[in-house]
C-alpha cells in the first residue's frame, strides 16, 4: 500500500515531524505511486513509468575568458516516449541536479498527456550559475553542451526549450550547434527560439497565458470573481512576470510579487507595468517606489485570493502549508508544493492547480512552434492564443472531472488522466522487442 498521503509521521522520541522528504525525483515517484494506485495501474507498467528510459550525464569543460578550463557538470534525461518524441526545457542553475533534472523529466510526461499533446518527457540542465559567466563563455557552455547531447536530440527524437535562466538565444545556439554538425538547418530540434529563426508568436508568454486560463477556469469553479481578486506571486521571471501583466489585464489586484533577491507588497494593488520597467532597469523588484518590503518566504503566507508560486521546487511545505491563506494556489512552477504540503491544502479546502496543468501552456505553444517549423507555415498571434485556450479550458476540465470521478484532488486527477494516456499508448504499442 501506498503511503503517499498518510499524515507526516511523527518522529517516536521527540513526536516532532519527521523531516520532510524535499528530493524532487523521490515526490515524482510518490505523487506517481499514489495516482497509479488510485487508478489501478498494472505492476509492470507501473515499475517502468516510474523510472526514466534514459539519462545522459556530462562532464562540459569549457575555456573561460581568461584562458583557464572548467568543467561543468550537465545531464539530458529522457523520461518517456510512448506517446511521440520526448520534449522538456534546459535549466541553467547553481543548485540543479540529477535527481532533480530526473523529476521534471518525469513532470513533462505527465504534462504533455495531460495537454494532450503528442510528446513524451525529457529534461535539460547544467550546474552553473548564468549570472557569473560572460556571454561568449555562456555560448561556449551551450554550444559544448548541445554537442554533447545530439545523439538524444533531433526534430523527431528528443526537443528541448527554455526553461529557469535560458532563453530564446540559448536555444538559438543550441539550434546552429546541432544544424551544422547535421549538415542542414534544423529549427525544429528547440522550441522558443528567436521569432526569425522560426519560434512562434506567442511561446515567450504561453506559460503564464497557459496558468491565466487555468485560473480563469478555477475561479469560475469556486464562484471567485477575477476582476478584483487579489494576487501574490513568487518569482519575477518569464512566468510569473507575465502572469502578473496578464492577470492585471484582467482586473485582478496583484499586490505582491517577489524575486532571487526580495519581494514588494502593496495591498493597494502594485502597478504592474512600472513594476516590469523598474525590474528591467534594476535588475530586481526591490526598491520599487512606495511598496513595502516583503521577504519571499512571507508572500507565500500572504492574504489574498490567488497565490502563484513561479520560481522553484519546494516552496510550500509542512514548514508553511498551515499559513497560507490564498484560495487558489497556482503553480507556475515545476514542484512547488511538497506532497504533504498539498494534503494539507487539499484538507483545509484550498484548491491547488497543479503544476503539470498550471505551467502546460509553455510546452503546448511550443508544440504549435515545432508544427509550424516543420510544416513551415506560421500562424498569428491571435490563431496561437485561440488554440492555446482550447487547449488549456480542455486539460483544465479533463482533469477535473477525472479528479471528481476518483474522489482526489486536482493534482491526482491529473496524474491519472496522464497516467491513463501513457499507460494506455505503451500497452498498445508493446514492449520491444
Ligand atoms: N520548461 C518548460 C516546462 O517546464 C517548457 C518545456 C517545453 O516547452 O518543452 O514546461
Redo the contacts with the bound molecule.
Sequence with gaps: MSTARLPVPADPITTAPVKEDLNSFRIAMRQFDYAAEKCGLEAGLCEVLRRPRRALSLSLPVKMDDGSIRVFEGFRVQHNSARGPC?????YHPNVTFDEVRA?AT??TW?CAIVNIP?GGA?GGIVCDPHKLSHNELERLTRRYAYEISPLIGPDKD??????YTDAQVMAWIMDTYSMTHGSSAPGVV??KPLFLGGSLGRNEA?ARGCLFTVRAACKELGINLSGATVAIQGFGNAGSIAAQLLAKDGAKVIAVSDSRAGVLDRAGLNVEELLIFKAKTGSVLGFPSAEVISSEALIELQCDILIPAALENQITMQNAERVKARIVAEAA?GPTTPDADLLLHNRGIMVIPDVLA??G??T???FEWVQDLQELFWDEDDVNRRLERVMTKAFADVHATATKYSVELRTGAYILAIDRVANAMRTRGIWP
Design positions: 520534449k522538456g526545457g534546459i535549466r521534471l513532470w513533462m504534462k510528446f529534461k526537443i528541448p526549450a527554455p526553461d529557469v522550441t522558443g506559460t515545476n505551467n502546460a509553455g510546452v505553444v511550443s508544440y
